[in-house]
């Protein structure tokens, strides 16, 4: 159980630090498009990031079926948000994707919108996070 423990915490260390990472370049991102600066490293950055919170998300799953041999015991709201936080990560690759590859083709509102949605859904799965984790 100690082990399990201390496998939760580090993971926890890196999901929350994952989460500020991302709001964190989706609001640099969005000042660099309003200045007009490109922003396509960050957006793809932003998405590597992204992809790192669902690793770790899912390494939550995984510890808790290598120590009990089952899922995770969520139900209700907790299930909707992790649901949500889920979408929100194939939401962000995806886009940061789209971003890295063809977001300086874009307009300057259009590269503002951008950036505006990627902090929207860092905002999205960092406010599910927490009812995931007191409805759980």
Partial sequence: ???TLLDYALIQVFHN???VLILALS????VMARRQQSTRWIAGLTGLVWALQG???ALFGWVTWKTEHQWPDIHGVAVAALIIKMLCVV???LSMGAG???GMRWSD???FGFWATGLGLGALA???AAFLRWFS
Avoid at 27 to 30: H, K, M, S, W
């Fill in 1 to 3: 159980m100690g082990n």
């Fill in 17 to 19: 630090f994952g989460a």
């Fill in 27 to 30: 609001g640099r991102g969005l």
């Fill in 55 to 57: 690793i770790t998300g």
């Fill in 91 to 93: 939401a962000g690759i």
């Fill in 100 to 102: 890295a590859l063809w």
């Fill in 109 to 111: 509102e259009r590269q």
């Fill in 126 to 128: 960092l406010t599910c």
